[in-house]
């Protein structure tokens, strides 16, 4: 489930056992994850930022409770820059993952990264605030989930740019790997729903008018561990000397990838796509 493994040579001579099989299901994963997330960018950018060039931000409110509010200027502001910060970060962020762009175009690639882990953290304060200011949909359990996304979002950019100061390559490679799997955290809260929705053939598990139950709940806290989880079995895997934890691995994180895309697939056709 690593990003990074476009990075990795799968076909080297004499690689172990396994190997092929976790980078073959990493770059699936990630293809399936970055083609999603640019889909979810772009959203982002036509149906809000058409409303604003249309002079139209009320039908924000189509999509976030109380997203624009009259007489409210500096808080519309903040909600404005929470989510075309939320662009730049979902549409720059798997640019830094891709080998080609990072040798032709290094200079390019180090400036991409700056600003993936400033755009990264602030949207995620920004976000914050318009949680406690203008409320969200859920209760307090979501809310929470919520709120630990945002602080592992800012932890890891922190965290990722230390190491890079620090010149420790290997460090900053997990910091940043961690840090593109919880800044999609509400991308994947999004994916996961429809995936669940799509199997069950509605809400289970939770009250779609309130948007709460134990399944928002559950996925309040899963959107940010279980992908961190998944990275992790990838990144233990990858150093491991077992040929069947590679293998292990490496159908986790396929059947993860079958989950993700039946996700996105729902998602797109039932959110997004109608919107542009």
């Known amino acids: 489930m690593n990003p990074a493994v476009l990075t990795a ?3 080297l001579p004499g690689e172990a056992p396994g190997t092929r099989a976790l980078h073959v299901a990493g770059r699936a994963w990630f293809l399936i994850a970055s083609t999603g997330q640019w889909l979810f960018a772009a959203y982002v950018a036509v ?11 009320s039908r924000w409110n189509e999509e976030l409770p109380r997203g624009y509010i009259p007489g409210q200027p500096f808080d519309n502001f903040v909600v404005a820059t929470h989510l075309f910060l939320a662009f730049v970060a979902l549409a720059g962020g ?21 600003l993936y882990l400033l755009t990264a953290a602030s949207t995620a304060l920004a976000g914050i605030y318009v949680m ?4 969200s949909v859920g209760d307090l359990t979501l809310h929470v989930g919520m709120a630990f996304n945002t602080l592992l979002i800012v ?12 010149r420790d390559l290997a460090a900053h490679r997990v910091w940043v790997l961690r840090l593109f799997m919880v800044v999609g955290g509400m991308w994947f809260f999004r994916v996961g729903l429809m995936f669940w929705m799509s199997i ?3 809400a289970v598990g939770f009250d779609i008018r309130t948007f709460s139950g134990p399944f928002i709940t559950f996925m309040g806290f899963a959107q940010t561990l279980l992908p961190l989880a998944g990275l992790q079995l990838y990144l233990a895997a990858e150093r491991s000397g077992s040929a069947g934890l590679r293998y292990a691995a490496a159908g986790v994180v396929g059947a993860l990838t079958v989950a993700m895309a039946l996700g996105l697939y729902v998602a797109a056709n039932t959110m997004w796509l109608p919107r542009f």
């Open 9 to 11: 040579d799968a076909t």
């Open 47 to 57: 149906f809000f930022g058409g409303a604003a060039l249309d002079g139209e931000l």
């Open 94 to 114: 798997p640019l830094q993952f891709v080998r080609s762009l990072r040798e032709r175009f290094p200079r390019a690639h180090r400036w991409n990264g700056r």
């Open 132 to 135: 406690a200011t203008r409320g």
């Open 155 to 166: 932890a890891f950019a922190w965290l990722a740019w230390r190491a890079a100061v620090d």
């Open 200 to 202: 069950n053939q509605g």
